[in-house]
């Protein structure tokens, strides 16, 4: 989840006033909570919220790292660049290990 949906569930309450988030050691129901900012905000619609076992979702180095010099685009300034490339790919190799909260509009 982003910044703005942490915000949001650290206001939320259970039927008897304990907040769902403990504040001590950012946990919800005793599971750690990671913040990445390229998850969607809380909206109608998104899905904001992916809560599972992380450690069955691999990231796989597709193409070794390629590394070339560029001296032609910094001669003028006595320098040398360099770009890296790198292709990665990922997914979940055990899909109930890991779900995704949709938010759906009040009325539903």
């Known amino acids: 989840?982003?910044?703005?949906?942490?915000?949001?569930?650290?206001?939320?309450?259970?039927?008897?006033?304990?907040?769902?988030?403990?504040?001590?050691n950012d946990t919800i129901l005793g599971k750690q909570v990671i913040i990445s900012e390229y998850m969607p905000d809380i909206k109608v619609g998104t899905k904001p919220i992916a809560f599972g076992d992380f450690a069955y979702y691999w990231i796989v180095g597709r193409k070794p790292v390629s590394v070339r010099?560029?001296?032609?685009?910094?001669?003028?300034?006595?320098?040398?660049?360099?770009?890296?490339?790198?292709?990665?790919?990922?997914k979940p190799v055990r899909k109930e290990a890991i779900k995704v909260i949709q938010m759906a509009d009040a009325k539903e």
């Open 1 to 24: 989840m982003n910044d703005r949906t942490a915000l949001a569930l650290r206001k939320l309450k259970d039927a008897d006033g304990n907040y769902l988030w403990n504040h001590a």
């Open 69 to 90: 010099t560029l001296l032609e685009k910094f001669v003028v300034y006595d320098q040398i660049g360099y770009l890296a490339f790198e292709f990665l790919d990922g």
